[in-house]
Structures are given as structure tokens and as C-alpha cells.
């Protein structure tokens, strides 16, 4: 939080153009597309409604033009326009934008809007996740997404089949997260709560020697006394206490101690194991559809073997054909018996499935098998008793029909959740990236180490000091205080070269010390690190989905009772042909009768659909692919931003700290008064030493320089220090009026430009130098050339994205020549130059209004309404945690070669998509008409059951297979000739 409040305090110091403050690393939630930091950020802020009574709209037109329009605000969440009544209902965000903001841009657009006072209140918003075992495909998502949209004070929900979780949005001063868990286990569901979305900062602890419900209870108001706990959940059961708290205040040492202290000092507190997390749930599910399966083949071998194989073996066909009682074989008890189990004990899992999903009026796959199972099963039990009921009947069954199909699908779910289970490594990969251990040193006052001790990760708190030797991971986020090495950060930014560390640097936790010892003073630890960060912006990337899998949604409503109807008129057709000699009886099958023919059309119908294969089809993709993006550097946060991303055919470019380092520094100096060089310089420095601006920086660190003392210097005092945005400062220091900044703000206080200024800001500027003028008592009195030097590559990356047919534009606060200057080196053709934030976002509104699919790239505070008026916003990983936190995909290398990798990565993925969807799609309409047996009259070919079973679970696992394609991903070959290294600026 202190970085990110930080940031919005810096907001103001952004006075000479668009280069910003950089916060050490960034931290990155994923939030909705539109949602800037004070509106995503939920400490920040929370959400309000407004309705607006709107006059002059008279279809749907009108109501389409005015939702545009709102929603292109920054800060909106949702809009919604209601024609008949004449209103309009805006939830939005009141830190970002305002009800009054709104209602001049429904005027805008050219209807009169007012605003309804009576209807405009505040809510807070949590968002919890949620862990749901059972679904089976899209039509198991839609109705639990349905239960708990149903509720008040649910506001968003988004349940992922792929990830078996559900990520809702909701008012905790309305509704519960235990209700919602309460709610997904009414629809027939096991729900497990992941986080409740109240919990900065969770610990489950294990205590040994609690025997009674009184010393838990002591325990827990022991622990409750503590300042910074939240809160205190205990379960004598299994002896373990989770502890909800403010890291800043506290942390899971001080819990341990306060355990241990209480009452008899009997106690013993530790880390709980962690146990039930999504990887272990994926294992034990895999070992019950293994086991399923060992099972059904145990019954079903012998199955297919007496009913398709020892048919043809004479004297084995003998004794399965005795008679026992009438006409009822041995062969026919004995498949009877096997086949029971496997229906009624192996498969009861699809029977309980279509019970929950048809007691809530859906139907879903489990439906389809069950009925398809039964149809054979009861159909062959008829059968049987008949036989043994009658001298002259001698009917068929199909007992192997429902052992085979329930076997194979058992197969196909294996093979299935195998998949899966690959499509999300790499969150294991960066969750393992976290040291077990760390070394705790204690200090004394004056910073000598007292004693050394080993502890799990998980204890660190904040303000610790840890121990790194060389060739151990960085335990937490920090900063060093004593020591120096080179510590490699590719696993977190993906930058291969080890970067120096010093006293006074950051450290990310998770990253690898190369060769010096360092101590290091946790700063950011638990949940608030940056690697638990990006592991939640790619869990809840791979939560989101993508726009295009609404598809896949509107056909699953459909999709099993069409199945089902389908199913039972080819049943009737074939019946009826039957019946009325349609067909010749030479087309009837040896030991068949018409209705059983028509039965196993019927059956193969129902058991090859699959809706399976279209509800995997985006998910297990998107899935893949912001995987891979992490592993790559390129921060993807979920499925819109990836759908965005790959029709995206103009990108709008920041400059400084984009296409440019970001690290400004003075390379020439220029005065044009008798001053003294070291007085000119303590004048300016002592004026922007105030100024968080990099541009300020860059002048005091140049007049450093002509300091002897260096580090430890004071510059004179500064009063009345004003920053004007987009401009420059001022202040009075030694009674002079120092102002410094661009030629507009000279003007704009009436301060002469004498014509050598302006040569020399000429000149700066032609070189694609910023001039920065320096007044002293209303006179001009110098000229500072600053220079950004261009990104290694940029040109490069330029040309590639033209080769791609994307347009470059630059759009930056800079002034036209030092602009036009970067431009023409790069080879970007557009320029919008002095540009300030707003004109930035609107510029980016006029190419989509042009019909172009627009990305912007920044870094800066300054460009996070563009970020979040472009359809994809793409964040520079070392800009400001705003225009991080606004934008859909974070460059985490810095580096534009990842603009590149992010744009062709969406392309590929989206390619497996369309793969999966015409895979999932062509199976169906080509398996459900031969099921049906549209071949049979012409090739007397017709799909058994059995096959048509193992077909339906082939066609899941082949979607998977072909997503988890998307793991062996290289970026374009032409990035590797780009060498985009970083460029360190003495």
C-alpha cells in the first residue's frame, strides 16, 4: 500500500511532462477492463451508483450511442440504459470519476441527462474466490453462475470450468462469503472457501497440546488482544487457528510467541501444513478417476470378452450359450452381474451429477451418459427376464454397451484432468520460486549481528532483517542495508543479466543472489510481495474469460436437451422404419431386432455429443497462454485482454521511459548570465531537489557532480516551492525567484526568451533533447539540455510490428521538435506531441472511432486514462504501480520486444482457440448425423455405443492436448535477432 499511495502522491510532482517517479517493483491485482488504480484498488476506493433520468432517447440506438459513451470514462464498471423509462444506471468509481463527470457526457452526446439524487449511494466491494468440485462442463458453470447472480449483493461472478473456481465480486454489508459457499453447495457442488477477499494477510497455525475447548478459547483471545489481527477462526478438531491480519502491524512469529506464552506455557504453535490447495485436489482427483477406471476394467474385461470375443471360440460359445432358466443363458447372467457394479457402484458419479444439475432445471453431460447407460442397461435387463420368462423369446442384450461407454469416459475424464492439471504449471513454477527457509539475524543498536536463526519464509515479518549468502534465493521483499552483489531477477522480470546490489536497493523475494553476502530489511512480505502478486494477477487471468467463450456459453444452454430430443427421434425413426418395413430386414444385424437397432442409433447419438469439448475449448487456451506470457515476462491479465490483443492493428506509444530509457541526465549546460557556474547550479538543485520529477532528478544529480562533499551535501533552503503539472517549478531560495521548466511556462510568466535561448533550445531539441529553461529574477539565465537515450531495439521493434501490419503512432507531453526527432530515429510516421494525460486517452478514443483495434504503451502516472481508454493497455513493468495497475498486460522486462511477444503470443492463442472450437464444433456435426447412421443405408456402417463413448471422451482430451500445444510457444524469430539489452547510465 505505501508504494501504491506513493504513486498517487507523486501525481503532483508530474511537472515537466510525462516522465514519472518509479517505485522500486510494482505490484499488479488484475482488475476489469476500464478500472484505474483508484477505482481497482479496493483500500482505495469504493464503488457507487448513480441513475440519471435521460431525456430524448427514443430506440435502441440511442440508448447504445449514450452506453458508449459512459463507458468510455474512466472509472466506469457497468452501464446500463433502460429506453422505455428514460434512465440510465452507472456503477462506477467515485476516486476516478464522478456522477457530475457523467452526466455532461450524456449531454455530450446530445440528450439532456439529470441526475436522481435519491438514488446514488455507496457500497464497498470484496471480491472471494471460491474452489468448486463436481462441474463437468459450460452447463454446470451457467448454473451456479445463475445461483449466486440471483443473490443481492453479488455483484459480478465468474465461475471457470478450467480452474474449477469461481471468482465473485460482492457487498459484504449485504451478503456473506459463507453464504455464497452455502449457495454453490445448495446447487449440488462441493464449494471450499480460497479467500473471503477481507484477509490482507492469512497464517493457519498448528497447535500441539490444546486438549479442551477453554485453551483454544484462551488461545484465541490471547491472539484477538494482539493489535493488527483481524481476526480468528479455531478448529480443536484439528487443532489448527488461522489468524487474519494487518502485516504492517504484526505477523505469524508474534502469534507463535503469544501462543507458546499462554496459560501453562504447554503449548506449541508451527506452520500449518498446507493441504487441499489446487494442485493437491488436482492429484487426488486424478487418482480417483484412475482408480474409476482400474475398477470398470476389472468387470468390463470380462464383459467384452463373453460378449465380443468368445462368440467366435466354439466350445466356449457353447457353454456360454446354456441355458440356465427358459431362454436365458449363462453368458447373459453372467454379463448381468458384471455389468452391475460398473453401472450402478463405478458410475454412480454421473447418476449424482445429473440428479444436481436437473433438480436446478439444467442438463449437463452427466445427464447425457446416464440416460445413454440406463437406455442400454434396462433395455438388456428386459431383455434377460424375458428370456428366462419365456420358451421361444431370444433377445439381445447389451450389457457390454454401459460397462464399455462408462469405462471409456472414465478413461477419457483421466486422460482429461491429466491434461488440465499441466495447463496450470506454471503458477507451481512461480509459487516454488519462494525459498522454504530464510536466516532471521537480530541486531543490536548499532547494527552489529547478535545472533543468526533459520526460519520458514512463511514466519518473516515485516521490518526483519534477513541474511542472503551467495547462491540463496532472496527470502522477501526488502531493501539491502549492508552488503554488495549482483542478484539475478530473470525469474521474476525475466532480464538474464544479474543486476548490482547495493545498500539502499530493492530486492524482490523469489530472485537468486549470485556472489555477495547481503542483509536485507523485509518490506513487503505474505500476500503483499510481488511474487504473491503476480501469482494472484495470473490465477485470476486464467479465472477471467475471454469475450469469445460467451459462444460456447449460449450453446450449452441448448445444447444436451437438443442432444436428448435428437437422440430419442432417431430412436423413433429407426423404429418406425422398422416397424413399417422402411428398410430391407437384410439391413438388420445377426441376433438383432429392429428395435434394437433403433436402440443403439438412439444410444450412439446420445454419447457421442459432447459439450465437454466446447466449454474446454477457451478456457484450457487462455489458461496456457498467460501462463506462458508469465514465463515469458509478458503479464497477461485474463481473457479479454488476450482476445484484445490479437485483433490489435495500431499501437499508441509514450515516450519517455517507452521508447526511451526513462533516466534522463543533463549533457549540456549552457549560461547566458555572469552567474557562477557553482551558484547557478545550488539555485537549481536547491529548487528541484523538491521535485520527485526524473527530469528534476537529473539536475540535481548533475549538480552533484560540482560538489565536493558528493553524497553528503545540503542545498540552500527552498520556500514557496510550487510544481506546475506538465510545466515546471518554482521557488525563492537565497531571496532569488527561481523558475525552471518549459518555454510555455516562461511565457505564461511573462518572462522573456532572448533569441540565444532560442537557438540553443533549437538546437537541443533537433538532437531529441529536452530544453529546460532556467529563470532567476524573471531573467533567463541558462539553458539545460537533457537527454533520454532511445531503448536498444526500439527502431527494431518498430519495423517488426510494421512487417506485422500494425500502425506506430507516438503520443507524448514532450515538446514537437525533441518529438519529431525520436520519431523520425525509431520510424514512427504519427506524432501527437505536448500532449497532456487526457489528450493522450482522447486521442486513443479518435483511432477506435477510425475503426482501429488500439494498444497503448506507457509507463508513466500520466498515461493511465489512455491505458485504460485503449482496448489493450500495455504497462512498461518498470513505470508507476497506476499505469501498472490500469493497463491489461504488463511488460515486466521493460523491453518493447515483449509488445511484440504479447501481440503474436494472443495471435497464436487465439488460433488454438479457433483450433478447439472447430475441432469441438466439427466433431459434433459430424459425429451426432453418423451416430445417427446417416452411412448405414448406403454403407451399412454404423457407430456401436461403445465407440461412439470412447469418441465423445477422445474429443475432451484432444481440445486439452491441442491447448497444452500452446506450452512448447517460441516468440517470433525475428525477436532474436533484436538484442534488447538494458543500457545503464552513469
Given at each position: 500500500?505505501?508504494?501504491?499511495?506513493?504513486?498517487?502522491?507523486?501525481?503532483?510532482?508530474?511537472?515537466?511532462?510525462?516522465?514519472?517517479?518509479?517505485?522500486?517493483?510494482?505490484?499488479?491485482?488484475?482488475?476489469?477492463?476500464?478500472?484505474?488504480?483508484?477505482?481497482?484498488?479496493?483500500?482505495?476506493?469504493?464503488?457507487?451508483?448513480?441513475?440519471?433520468?435521460?431525456?430524448?432517447?427514443?430506440?435502441?440506438?440511442?440508448?447504445?450511442?449514450?452506453?458508449?459513451?459512459?463507458?468510455?470514462?474512466?472509472?466506469?464498471?457497468?452501464?446500463?440504459?433502460?429506453?422505455?423509462?428514460?434512465?440510465?444506471?452507472?456503477?462506477?468509481?467515485?476516486?476516478?470519476?464522478?456522477?457530475?463527470?457523467?452526466?455532461?457526457?450524456?449531454?455530450?452526446?446530445?440528450?439532456?441527462?439529470?441526475?436522481?439524487?435519491?438514488?446514488?449511494?455507496?457500497?464497498?466491494?470484496?471480491?472471494?474466490?471460491?474452489?468448486?468440485?463436481?462441474?463437468?462442463?459450460?452447463?454446470?458453470?451457467?448454473?451456479?453462475?445463475?445461483?449466486?447472480?440471483?443473490?443481492?449483493?453479488?455483484?459480478?461472478?465468474?465461475?471457470?470450468?478450467?480452474?474449477?473456481?469461481?471468482?465473485?465480486?460482492?457487498?459484504?454489508?449485504?451478503?456473506?462469503?459463507?453464504?455464497?459457499?452455502?449457495?454453490?453447495?445448495?446447487?449440488?457442488?462441493?464449494?471450499?472457501?480460497?479467500?473471503?477477499?477481507?484477509?490482507?494477510?492469512?497464517?493457519?497455525?498448528?497447535?500441539?497440546?490444546?486438549?479442551?475447548?477453554?485453551?483454544?478459547?484462551?488461545?484465541?483471545?490471547?491472539?484477538?488482544?494482539?493489535?493488527?489481527?483481524?481476526?480468528?477462526?479455531?478448529?480443536?478438531?484439528h487443532n489448527k487457528i488461522s489468524v487474519s491480519y494487518k502485516p504492517e502491524m504484526t505477523g505469524p512469529r508474534?502469534?507463535?510467541?503469544?501462543?507458546?506464552?499462554?496459560?501453562?506455557?504447554?503449548?506449541?504453535?508451527?506452520?500449518?501444513?498446507?493441504?487441499?490447495?489446487?494442485?493437491?485436489?488436482?492429484?487426488?482427483?486424478?487418482?480417483?478417476?484412475?482408480?474409476?477406471?482400474?475398477?470398470?476394467?476389472?468387470?468390463?474385461?470380462?464383459?467384452?470378452?463373453?460378449?465380443?470375443?468368445?462368440?467366435?471360440?466354439?466350445?466356449?460359445?457353447?457353454?456360454?450359450?446354456?441355458?440356465?432358466?427358459?431362454?436365458?443363458?449363462?453368458?447373459?447372467?453372467?454379463?448381468?452381474?458384471?455389468?452391475?457394479?460398473?453401472?450402478?457402484?463405478?458410475?454412480?458419479?454421473?447418476?449424482?451429477?445429473?440428479?444436481?444439475?436437473?433438480?436446478?432445471?439444467?442438463?449437463?453431460?452427466?445427464?447425457?451418459?446416464?440416460?445413454?447407460?440406463?437406455?442400454?442397461?434396462?433395455?438388456?435387463?428386459?431383455?434377460?427376464?424375458?428370456?428366462?420368462?419365456?420358451?421361444?423369446?431370444?433377445?439381445?442384450?447389451?450389457?457390454?454397451?454401459?460397462?464399455?461407454?462408462?469405462?471409456?469416459?472414465?478413461?477419457?475424464?483421466?486422460?482429461?484432468?491429466?491434461?488440465?492439471?499441466?495447463?496450470?504449471?506454471?503458477?507451481?513454477?512461480?509459487?516454488?520460486?519462494?525459498?522454504?527457509?530464510?536466516?532471521?539475524?537480530?541486531?543490536?543498536?548499532?547494527?552489529?549481528?547478535?545472533?543468526?536463526?533459520?526460519?520458514?519464509?512463511?514466519?518473516?515479518?515485516?521490518?526483519?532483517?534477513?541474511?542472503?549468502?551467495?547462491?540463496?534465493?532472496?527470502?522477501?521483499?526488502?531493501?539491502?542495508?549492508?552488503?554488495?552483489?549482483?542478484?539475478?531477477?530473470?525469474?521474476?522480470?525475466?532480464?538474464?543479466?544479474?543486476?548490482?546490489?547495493?545498500?539502499?536497493?530493492?530486492?524482490?523475494?523469489?530472485?537468486?543472489?549470485?556472489?555477495?553476502v547481503l542483509r536485507i530489511k523485509a518490506t513487503w512480505v505474505g500476500s503483499e510481495s510481488a511474487l504473491s502478486?503476480?501469482?494472484?494477477?495470473?490465477?485470476?487471468?486464467?479465472?477471467?474469460?475471454?469475450?469469445?467463450?460467451?459462444?460456447?456459453?449460449?450453446?450449452?444452454?441448448?445444447?444436451?436437451?437438443?442432444?436428448?430430443?435428437?437422440?430419442?427421434?432417431?430412436?423413433?425413426?429407426?423404429?418406425?422404419?422398422?416397424?413399417?418395413?422402411?428398410?430391407?430386414?437384410?439391413?438388420?444385424?445377426?441376433?438383432?431386432?429392429?428395435?434394437?437397432?433403433?436402440?443403439?442409433?438412439?444410444?450412439?447419438?446420445?454419447?457421442?455429443?459432447?459439450?465437454?469439448?466446447?466449454?474446454?475449448?477457451?478456457?484450457?487456451?487462455?489458461?496456457?497462454?498467460?501462463?506462458?506470457?508469465?514465463?515469458?515476462?509478458?503479464?497477461?491479465?485474463?481473457?479479454?485482454?488476450?482476445?484484445?490483443?490479437?485483433?490489435?492493428?495500431?499501437?499508441?506509444?509514450?515516450?519517455?521511459?517507452?521508447?526511451?530509457?526513462?533516466?534522463?541526465?543533463?549533457?549540456?549546460?549552457?549560461?547566458?548570465?555572469?552567474?557562477?557556474?557553482?551558484?547557478?547550479?545550488?539555485?537549481?538543485?536547491?529548487?528541484?531537489?523538491?521535485?520527485?520529477?526524473?527530469?528534476?532528478?537529473?539536475?540535481?544529480?548533475?549538480?552533484?557532480?560540482?560538489?565536493?562533499?558528493?553524497?553528503?551535501?545540503?542545498?540552500?533552503?527552498?520556500?514557496?516551492?510550487?510544481?506546475?503539472?506538465?510545466?515546471?517549478?518554482?521557488?525563492?531560495?537565497?531571496?532569488?525567484?527561481?523558475?525552471?521548466?518549459?518555454?510555455?511556462?516562461?511565457?505564461?510568466?511573462?518572462?522573456?526568451?532572448?533569441?540565444?535561448?532560442?537557438?540553443?533550445?533549437?538546437?537541443?531539441?533537433?538532437?531529441?533533447?529536452?530544453?529546460?529553461?532556467?529563470?532567476?529574477?524573471?531573467?533567463?539565465?541558462?539553458?539545460?539540455?537533457?537527454?533520454?537515450?532511445?531503448?536498444?531495439?526500439?527502431?527494431?521493434?518498430?519495423?517488426?510490428?510494421?512487417?506485422?501490419?500494425?500502425?506506430?503512432?507516438?503520443?507524448?507531453?514532450?515538446?514537437?521538435?525533441?518529438?519529431?526527432?525520436?520519431?523520425?530515429?525509431?520510424?514512427?510516421?504519427?506524432?501527437?506531441?505536448?500532449?497532456?494525460?487526457?489528450?493522450?486517452?482522447?486521442?486513443?478514443?479518435?483511432?477506435?472511432?477510425?475503426?482501429?483495434t488500439v494498444a497503448m504503451v506507457g509507463d508513466g502516472i500520466n498515461d493511465s486514462p489512455a491505458l485504460v481508454?485503449?482496448?489493450?493497455?500495455?504497462?512498461?513493468?518498470?513505470?508507476?504501480?497506476?499505469?501498472?495497475?490500469?493497463?491489461?498486460?504488463?511488460?515486466?522486462?521493460?523491453?518493447?520486444?515483449?509488445?511484440?511477444?504479447?501481440?503474436?503470443?494472443?495471435?497464436?492463442?487465439?488460433?488454438?482457440?479457433?483450433?478447439?472450437?472447430?475441432?469441438?464444433?466439427?466433431?459434433?456435426?459430424?459425429?451426432?448425423?453418423?451416430?445417427?447412421?446417416?452411412?448405414?443405408?448406403?454403407?451399412?456402417?454404423?457407430?456401436?455405443?461403445?465407440?461412439?463413448?470412447?469418441?465423445?471422451?477422445?474429443?475432451?482430451?484432444?481440445?486439452?492436448?491441442?491447448?497444452?500445444?500452446?506450452?512448447?510457444?517460441?516468440?517470433?524469430?525475428?525477436?532474436?535477432?533484436?538484442?534488447?539489452?538494458?543500457?545503464?547510465?552513469?
Amino acid at each position: 500500500m505505501a508504494t501504491k499511495l506513493l504513486a498517487l502522491a507523486c501525481i503532483g510532482s508530474e511537472s515537466h511532462g510525462n516522465l514519472s517517479p518509479r517505485p522500486h517493483y510494482p505490484s499488479m491485482p488484475k482488475y476489469p477492463k476500464g478500472v484505474s488504480v483508484q477505482e481497482s484498488n479496493l483500500e482505495l476506493g469504493s464503488e457507487a451508483k448513480a441513475v440519471f433520468s435521460v431525456m430524448g432517447m427514443t430506440c435502441s440506438a440511442c440508448a447504445g450511442s449514450v452506453e458508449k459513451a459512459i463507458k468510455r470514462l474512466p472509472g466506469i464498471r457497468e452501464a446500463v440504459i433502460d429506453v422505455l423509462n428514460n434512465k440510465a444506471q452507472v456503477l462506477f468509481y467515485p476516486s476516478f470519476v464522478n456522477a457530475e463527470t457523467i452526466r455532461e457526457t450524456i449531454e455530450d452526446v446530445g440528450f439532456e441527462a439529470k441526475l436522481i439524487e435519491d438514488e446514488i449511494y455507496d457500497r464497498s466491494t470484496q471480491v472471494c474466490r471460491i474452489r468448486i468440485n463436481g462441474m463437468t462442463c459450460t452447463s454446470c458453470t451457467s448454473t451456479i453462475e445463475s445461483a449466486l447472480q440471483a443473490i443481492r449483493g453479488v455483484q459480478m461472478v465468474q465461475v471457470a470450468l478450467a480452474t474449477e473456481e469461481a471468482e465473485i465480486h460482492y457487498d459484504p454489508k449485504i451478503v456473506s462469503y459463507n453464504q455464497l459457499v452455502k449457495t454453490i453447495e445448495d446447487t449440488g457442488y462441493e464449494a471450499m472457501l480460497i479467500s473471503s477477499g477481507e484477509d490482507i494477510s492469512k497464517i493457519d497455525l498448528k497447535i500441539d497440546g490444546v486438549r479442551t475447548d477453554h485453551s483454544m478459547r484462551a488461545i484465541k483471545e490471547s491472539l484477538q488482544a494482539l493489535p493488527g489481527v483481524q481476526d480468528v477462526n479455531m478448529s480443536l478438531k484439528h487443532n489448527k487457528i488461522s489468524v487474519s491480519y494487518k502485516p504492517e502491524m504484526t505477523g505469524p512469529r508474534t502469534f507463535i510467541n503469544e501462543i507458546e506464552s499462554t496459560g501453562s506455557r504447554s503449548f506449541k504453535a508451527s506452520i500449518y501444513p498446507k493441504v487441499g490447495g489446487r494442485e493437491t485436489h488436482r492429484k487426488e482427483e486424478i487418482k480417483q478417476y484412475y482408480r474409476s477406471f482400474l475398477w470398470s476394467l476389472v468387470f468390463t474385461v470380462p464383459i467384452f470378452l463373453t460378449s465380443m470375443v468368445f462368440l467366435y471360440i466354439p466350445g466356449i460359445k457353447h457353454a456360454f450359450d446354456t441355458e440356465i432358466v427358459n431362454m436365458m443363458s449363462v453368458g447373459m447372467l453372467l454379463r448381468w452381474v458384471l455389468s452391475t457394479p460398473v453401472q450402478f457402484i463405478i458410475g454412480r458419479r454421473f447418476y449424482s451429477g445429473s440428479y444436481k444439475a436437473l433438480r436446478h432445471g439444467s442438463a449437463n453431460m452427466d445427464v447425457l451418459i446416464a440416460l445413454g447407460t440406463n437406455g442400454a442397461y434396462f433395455y438388456s435387463v428386459y431383455s434377460v427376464l424375458r428370456a428366462a420368462t419365456s420358451k421361444d423369446f431370444k433377445g439381445t442384450d447389451f450389457f457390454e454397451t454401459s460397462a464399455m461407454l462408462i469405462s471409456f469416459i472414465l478413461l477419457g475424464k483421466y486422460l482429461e484432468v491429466l491434461a488440465k492439471g499441466k495447463t496450470s504449471e506454471a503458477i507451481a513454477k512461480l509459487m516454488d520460486l519462494a525459498p522454504g527457509t530464510a536466516t532471521l539475524l537480530t541486531l543490536d543498536d548499532e547494527g552489529n549481528v547478535m545472533s543468526e536463526e533459520e526460519i520458514d519464509s512463511q514466519l518473516i515479518q515485516k521490518n526483519d532483517v534477513i541474511k542472503v549468502i551467495p547462491g540463496a534465493k532472496v527470502a522477501s521483499d526488502g531493501f539491502v542495508i549492508w552488503g554488495q552483489s549482483h542478484v539475478n531477477e530473470s525469474m521474476i522480470t525475466g532480464e538474464a543479466r544479474p543486476v548490482a546490489k547495493r545498500k539502499g536497493d530493492t530486492v524482490i523475494g523469489g530472485t537468486l543472489n549470485v556472489n555477495g553476502v547481503l542483509r536485507i530489511k523485509a518490506t513487503w512480505v505474505g500476500s503483499e510481495s510481488a511474487l504473491s502478486q503476480i501469482v494472484r494477477l495470473v490465477e485470476s487471468a486464467q479465472l477471467a474469460k475471454a469475450p469469445v467463450q460467451k459462444f460456447a456459453d449460449r450453446i450449452s444452454k441448448y445444447f444436451v436437451p437438443l442432444v436428448i430430443i435428437f437422440s430419442f427421434s432417431t430412436w423413433l425413426a429407426w423404429f418406425l422404419a422398422g416397424k413399417f418395413h422402411w428398410y430391407p430386414d437384410s439391413w438388420i444385424p445377426f441376433s438383432m431386432d429392429d428395435f434394437e437397432l433403433a436402440l443403439q442409433f438412439g444410444i450412439s447419438v446420445m454419447v457421442i455429443a459432447c459439450p465437454c469439448a466446447l466449454g474446454l475449448a477457451t478456457p484450457t487456451a487462455v489458461m496456457v497462454g498467460t501462463g506462458v506470457g508469465a514465463t515469458q515476462g509478458v503479464l497477461i491479465k485474463g481473457g479479454q485482454a488476450l482476445e484484445s490483443a490479437h485483433k490489435v492493428n495500431c499501437i499508441v506509444f509514450d515516450k519517455t521511459g517507452t521508447l526511451t530509457v526513462g533516466k534522463p541526465v543533463v549533457i549540456d549546460k549552457r549560461l547566458l548570465t555572469s552567474i557562477a557556474v557553482q551558484d547557478f547550479n545550488e539555485l537549481i538543485a536547491a529548487t528541484e531537489v523538491n521535485s520527485e520529477h526524473p527530469l528534476a532528478k537529473a539536475i540535481v544529480e548533475h549538480a552533484k557532480k560540482f560538489r565536493e562533499d558528493g553524497e553528503n551535501l545540503a542545498w540552500p533552503e527552498a520556500q514557496d516551492f510550487i510544481s506546475i503539472t506538465g510545466h515546471g517549478v518554482k521557488a525563492i531560495v537565497r531571496n532569488k525567484e527561481i523558475i525552471i521548466g518549459n518555454k510555455s511556462l516562461m511565457l505564461d510568466h511573462n518572462i522573456a526568451i532572448p533569441l540565444d535561448a532560442e537557438d540553443i533550445l533549437a538546437e537541443a531539441e533537433g538532437k531529441a533533447q529536452t530544453g529546460i529553461l532556467v529563470s532567476i529574477d524573471r531573467e533567463v539565465a541558462g539553458v539545460l539540455a537533457i537527454s533520454d537515450p532511445l531503448k536498444p531495439g526500439a527502431k527494431e521493434a518498430i519495423s517488426v510490428l510494421g512487417t506485422m501490419k500494425i500502425r506506430s503512432i507516438m503520443v507524448t507531453g514532450d515538446n514537437f521538435r525533441t518529438a519529431n526527432s525520436i520519431a523520425n530515429e525509431v520510424g514512427i510516421k504519427t506524432v501527437v506531441a505536448e500532449a497532456k494525460p487526457e489528450q493522450k486517452a482522447e486521442k486513443v478514443k479518435d483511432l477506435q472511432a477510425s475503426g482501429y483495434t488500439v494498444a497503448m504503451v506507457g509507463d508513466g502516472i500520466n498515461d493511465s486514462p489512455a491505458l485504460v481508454a485503449a482496448d489493450v493497455g500495455m504497462a512498461i513493468g518498470a513505470g508507476t504501480d497506476i499505469a501498472i495497475e490500469a493497463a491489461d498486460i504488463v511488460l515486466m522486462k521493460s523491453n518493447l520486444e515483449d509488445v511484440i511477444t504479447a501481440i503474436d503470443l494472443s495471435r497464436r492463442t487465439f488460433f488454438h482457440i479457433r483450433l478447439n472450437y472447430f475441432w469441438a464444433l466439427g466433431y459434433n456435426v459430424i459425429g451426432i448425423p453418423i451416430a445417427a447412421g446417416i452411412l448405414f443405408p448406403s454403407t451399412r456402417f454404423r457407430l456401436p455405443p461403445w465407440i461412439a463413448g470412447a469418441a465423445m471422451a477422445a474429443s475432451s482430451v484432444s481440445v486439452v492436448c491441442c491447448s497444452l500445444l500452446l506450452k512448447y510457444y517460441r516468440r517470433p524469430k525475428k525477436l532474436d535477432k533484436l538484442e534488447m539489452h538494458g543500457i545503464k547510465i552513469e
